[in-house]
């Protein structure tokens, strides 16, 4: 069983900066890629975030583009969510998650795609 734990979340005022750490337990860590999700109260988890496992490629939802960062250290089987210029409607907690697949270099956007969650973060930003 594969455990994420996730840390670095907290409150901070609109404008601000956070970043989000998540760190695998498996030494196989490298062979995946992993992923940021988010759920807000009342709304549905979304994608934040995704990296492939070389850390070559990565994707990011809609909210997320130009204000947050998704990077990796394979050496330290940690995953890193650097959020910048956030709003309110950042609040959430935050989930980091490891993909199904070790097929490709690539990242996935789908819950679907992820088998392992982390017990979340919360991130609470106040306007």
Do not use: P
């Amino acid at each position: 069983q594969v455990q994420l734990t996730e840390s670095g979340g907290g409150s901070v005022q609109a404008g601000g900066s956070l970043r989000l750490s998540c760190a695998a337990s498996e030494s196989t860590f490298r062979m995946f890629g992993m992923g940021w999700f988010r759920q807000a109260r009342g709304k549905e988890r979304e994608f934040v975030a995704g990296i492939s496992r070389s850390g070559g490629n990565t994707k990011y939802g809609d909210s997320a583009k130009g204000r947050f960062i998704i990077s990796r250290d394979n050496a330290k089987n940690t995953v890193f969510l650097e959020m910048s210029s956030l709003k309110f409607e950042d609040t959430a907690v935050y989930y980091c998650a490891r993909a199904r697949s070790v097929i490709t270099d690539s990242v996935y956007v789908t819950e679907a795609n992820y088998v392992y969650w982390g017990q979340g973060t919360q991130v609470t930003v106040s306007s």
